[in-house]
């Protein structure tokens, strides 16, 4: 069974960064795709980011966070790992983890098979 553990979720200022961490268990990443979404108050739970190990590790963002946010995995620690920078206050939300068990990247939530807890992220103005 899958598991996933996000963490690194916290109060920052609008421009700052934060990494978020999405621990994992049991999964084979050369076989999956990881992704990383999130849910403000009152809005559904949108893509922001996604890892595969299809085509040498592809990634892909929503255009909202290109340029200021990177997803990169780390093997040795079965970590992938979120690096937010330039921050705004739309980028609060809970931010969730997810595996789906294939390695092509799609951008639907419906689509992945298992979830994280989320982590919160605010950002002041």
């Known amino acids: 069974q899958v598991q996933l553990v996000e963490s690194g979720g916290g109060l920052v200022q609008a421009g700052g960064s934060l990494t978020l961490s999405c621990a994992h268990s049991?999964?084979?990443?050369?076989?999956?795709?990881v992704g990383w979404f999130r849910q403000a108050p009152g809005k559904e739970r949108e893509f922001v980011a996604t890892i595969t190990a299809w085509r040498g590790g592809r990634t892909n963002y929503v255009d909202s966070v290109k340029g200021r946010f990177t997803i990169s995995n780390d093997s040795a620690k079965n970590t992938v790992l979120l690096q937010m920078n330039s921050l705004t206050p739309e980028d609060t939300a809970v931010y969730y983890c997810?595996?789906?068990?294939?390695?092509?990247?799609?951008?639907?939530?419906?689509?992945?098979?298992?979830w994280g807890r989320g982590t919160q992220v605010t950002v002041s103005s």
């Open positions: 049991e999964l084979t990443f050369s076989t999956y795709t």
């Open positions: 997810a595996a789906r068990c294939s390695w092509y990247p799609t951008r639907s939530p419906n689509d992945y098979n298992y």
